[in-house]
């Protein structure tokens, strides 16, 4: 009868270590599972970081762009307007000079 009730008990407290390790090993893995997502969406916030980043520097290089475009416009127009002058200048030489030799 003791022997039985022995084993019985040792029986027992094998199948308690079996559960709290099969607790153990499942904790384990809920773990690794939990620092893989942290891992995945740091990866995502990283990336999308970085997709900010480059979307900001492509609206840089354009307002730049812009901005060249703009002050190429401006030269170009002062250079028509310069130009303007010039034959305007010439126009009334030539009506000065037309009128002193009248």
Known sequence: EQKREEQKREEQKREEQKR???KREEQKREEQK???QKREEQKREEQKREEQKREEQKREEQKREEQKREEQKR???KREEQKREEQKREEQKREEQK????
């Open 20 to 22: 709290e390790e099969q």
């Open 99 to 102: 009128r002193e030799e009248q």
């Open 34 to 36: 939990r620092e893989e």
């Open 75 to 77: 030269e170009e127009q």
